[in-house]
Nanobody, 122 residues
Framework: QVQLVESGGGLVQAGGSLRLSCAASGRTFSSYAMGWFRQAPGKEREFVAAISWSGGNTYYADSVKGRFTISRDNAKNTVYLQMNSLKPEDTAVYYC???????????????WGQGTQVTVSS
């Protein structure tokens, strides 16, 4: 099994930036995809971004295109989400996810992190 642990959440003003990290441990596969989802209060969990095992393919929700960048470092089993030009509507709990089948567009995650809170003030 795989464990995912997020870090880097916090409080930031609109227009600011945050960088989230997610470290995978336990059993991993050679070609798994990773990504991020988020859930705001009273809302359904929604897809944010995904990246293929090689890092050569990325996919973003329309709401974050041009502002967020997903990347990964396979040597560290870690995925990152660089969030720039943050807006109040980005406020949510952000969850790291892994698809051990390597699917990224779309992902069908089998493993989830515990979530990290991102709050953007106006």
């Amino acid at each position: 099994q795989v464990q995912l642990v997020e870090s880097g959440g916090g409080l930031v003003q609109a227009g600011g930036s945050l960088r989230l990290s997610c470290a995978a441990s336990g059993r991993t596969f050679s070609s798994y995809a990773m990504g991020w989802f988020r859930q705001a209060p009273g809302k359904e969990r929604e897809f944010v971004a995904a990246i293929s095992w090689s890092g050569g393919n990325t996919y973003y929700a329309d709401s974050v295109k041009g502002r967020f960048t997903i990347s990964r470092d396979n040597a560290k089993n870690t995925v990152y989400l660089q969030m720039n030009s943050l807006k109040p509507e980005d406020t949510a709990v952000y969850y790291c996810a892994a698809d051990l089948e390597g699917r990224w567009a779309p992902m069908f995650p089998g493993y989830w992190g515990q979530g990290t809170q991102v709050t953007v003030s106006s």
